[in-house]
């Protein structure tokens, strides 16, 4: 039996699917879930983690402190998490605090090729005894051998883990073999995955990355997430159990939380059209918000705007150019006089 | 560039997800947003195909001939299709009637072990020089030899073609590729997938079948079809583009076609917790929507009746044994006296 170290992102990524407007109840009723279902890590925050919530990126309609603190108060045997990304969380301020409520388990993240940004954050986390993994977003951007040399810094700076994100959802099969490969030859701490389901490859690339090596997946009910969403949790669990593999995770009690939280609040990601634009011109599901959002306001296809923003590469934190690019669309479409 | 027969039972598959219900407006629509992507081949009528309307297993609320006359009208490159299972389609009315309409392709379908009733609709479909299809309904029951046996056998009734259908969406990219394989090398006619994504692997497995020398595909808008639904069609061609097949579709047309589709009616599904137990247990996928309302008048949890279902590896046409399976599992709750 081959252990996996399932992490659920549900009230992190998920945070994207309604515009981080989680309220109290959501989240307490999903720690309960969680908890009961033995789900072994919740990450929990603003979609774009600690300190993201802002004008740009969205604002949050709780602080980062009351959705921790709300989450703490109820996990016992479930590990709390956050995705912190350098630049927009602070070290002193923000990174201090949710150590101080008590997250178990920190995510350092960054572009995939700029982990140098991580050391410090991960160099505190450490200090403090918590357990640490770096994360490289919107992983499709770098060859492996580039996405392996900046794991290795992650690793020497203390990272306890590798993440890899497919944040675009542009990977299939065969691209997650070769990256995951490549990164567990070259680390020796664990490596996971963690995708979405722009191509509808969530599942398959997720038990590709764990043939290929990987040990630590990411998950979400309901697949509520970003964009076209992530890994749908409870198919993930199904189609590991009957794969031979141990998480820990009751199935049974795990369908049931996923009823009962899409009741209360999961609202169901599909694969719309912009999403599959989306993943096939590699650009972050979670410009899709903003993209429909703009696209509307300025009479644009919103599928046009990813085509352009795929062709200059955005990444995270450059949602700005989506109006750019829409006023630039708008304006070509206008009459010659 | 490989190339690859996209048939799209969107308008029969998809029948399933509204109980039969499909109206004039909506099969007139979707046939000209077809004929517009360029879709080759769409399927149209009952989910459980040409004569299955009844009060067992549902009934249309339009008949055969209209539905199908009613494409007709419309489709000039696209290629009308239906799916046929001896037993609920006879040859003197139902499939006479069809092909006197000017239907253009047709499949003649049996469970997976019993191509012997497909004999005489397939010959009859060949001496009025139709194309004709065999296929083999929840093939994830029998293994691959006697899979090909049976393929084999329609193959020498006149078939020009095989598809093997995950009627259960239990298939995972393994036992999709050992099947497709020995159906290939054991027959001289092009062979095909139909998939459902009550595991999350919808795409995947039909790209695994492409890979194993599938030269058929078959996707629906959104998904749209029994249970967790087929393989999104959209998708499908989209990741066919970047992994190089040719289908003569135009992406974005069928992109658009889907956002006006989804306008109009296409109830989008998603993986819900009985669809993945479904997939789990191999059962059926249409058996959803008739288990969730039984499930609610017996008050028993619709999983417990696929489980229960699953052990006794029942087929569509035995829709009577979920009163059954949900009779019995509310009377195992009552106190005992």
Do not use: W
Request: aromatic share 4%; charged share 20%.
């Amino acid at each position: 039996m081959k252990r996996v170290l399932i992490s659920d992102p549900t009230l992190r990524d998920g945070s994207h699917a309604i515009q981080h407007q989680l309220n109290t109840q959501q989240l307490t009723l999903y720690a309960e879930l969680a908890e009961e279902a033995g789900i072994p890590i919740i990450e929990v925050g603003h979609g774009n983690g600690l300190g993201a919530s802002s004008l740009q990126l969205g604002e949050s309609s709780l602080s980062d402190t009351q959705m921790l603190e709300t989450c703490r108060n109820i996990l016992n045997k479930t590990r709390l998490g956050i995705h912190v990304i350098p630049g927009f969380a602070t070290i002193n301020k923000d990174l201090k605090n949710a150590l101080d409520i008590g997250v178990d388990v920190i995510r350092v993240a960054s572009h995939c090729t700029e982990a140098d940004i991580t050391k410090r954050h991960i160099e505190y986390c450490r200090n403090r005894e918590r357990e640490v993994h770096g994360v490289l977003m919107m992983s499709h951007m770098a060859p492996p051998s580039e996405l392996a040399a900046e794991a290795c810094k992650m690793q020497g700076y203390g990272a306890q883990g590798i993440i890899i994100m497919d944040s675009a959802g542009a990977y299939l099969p065969d691209t997650v073999k070769s990256r995951i490969s490549v990164l567990v030859a070259a680390l020796d701490i664990p490596v996971g995955f963690h995708a979405h389901n722009n191509l509808g490859m969530a599942i398959a690339n997720s038990m590709t990355a764990l043939e290929a090596g990987a040990t630590i997946l990411d998950g979400t009910m309901r697949g509520f997430g970003a964009g076209a969403g992530n890994a749908q949790l409870e198919i993930l669990i199904a189609v590991m159990e009957k794969m031979g593999y141990e998480t820990g995770i009751d199935l049974f009690k795990l369908l049931d939380a996923a009823d009962t939280a899409e009741d209360s609040f999961l609202k169901v990601p599909y694969v719309n059209s912009t999403s599959i634009v989306s993943g096939l011109t590699g650009v972050f599901s979670g410009f899709a918000k903003p993209v429909d959002r703009i696209a509307k306001k300025y009479n644009v296809d919103p599928k046009d705007i990813f085509y352009e923003l795929g062709k200059r590469k955005v990444v995270a934190g450059q949602e700005d150019i989506i109006l750019e690019v829409a006023v630039s669309l708008s304006q070509s479409r206008q009459p010659m006089i």
